[in-house]
C-alpha cells in the first residue's frame, strides 16, 4: 500500500511563491505518474498537475506558466512549484498517483490572501 505525506502549504500574499512537497512510501516505486490534486472549500478535488514519464508534464489550464512540477524518482518525491499565486489557488492540495489511489494523505493548506 502506498502513502503520501504532503507539505510546505501556508498562507501567501498573491503574486507570492509556495513550493509543495510529497513524500511517498510503501509501494510508491510502481507507479509511474504522480499528481498533484486540490480541494477548494465546496468543491470538487480537481487535478492540477501531473508528471509523465519521458514526456511534458500536464497542467490545469488555470495554473499553465506558473506551477511547475518536479519528481525525483531516487527519493520518491514530488513537488510542485507555485509562483504567481493568486486566492483562486485557495485550497487544500494533496499529492496521489494518476489516477489516483484511494490512499490519500491529510494534504497541505494553501491560502492566498492580502
Known amino acids: 500500500q502506498v502513502q503520501f505525506v504532503e507539505s510546505g502549504g501556508g498562507l501567501v500574499q498573491p503574486g507570492g511563491s509556495l513550493r509543495l512537497s510529497c513524500a511517498a512510501s510503501?509501494?510508491?516505486?510502481?507507479?509511474?505518474?504522480m499528481g498533484w490534486y486540490r480541494q477548494a472549500p465546496g468543491e470538487q478535488r480537481e487535478l492540477v498537475a501531473r508528471?509523465?514519464?519521458?514526456?511534458?508534464?500536464i497542467y490545469l489550464e488555470s495554473v499553465k506558466g506558473r506551477f511547475t512540477i518536479s519528481r525525483d524518482y531516487a527519493k520518491n518525491t514530488v513537488d510542485l512549484q507555485m509562483n504567481n499565486l493568486k486566492p483562486e489557488d485557495t485550497a487544500v492540495y494533496y499529492c496521489?498517483?494518476?489516477?489516483?489511489?484511494?490512499?490519500w494523505g491529510q494534504g497541505t493548506q494553501v491560502t492566498v490572501s492580502s
Open positions: 510503501g509501494s510508491a516505486f510502481s507507479i509511474n505518474y
Open positions: 508528471s509523465t514519464v519521458g514526456g511534458n508534464s
Open positions: 496521489n498517483a494518476f489516477p489516483s489511489t484511494p490512499c
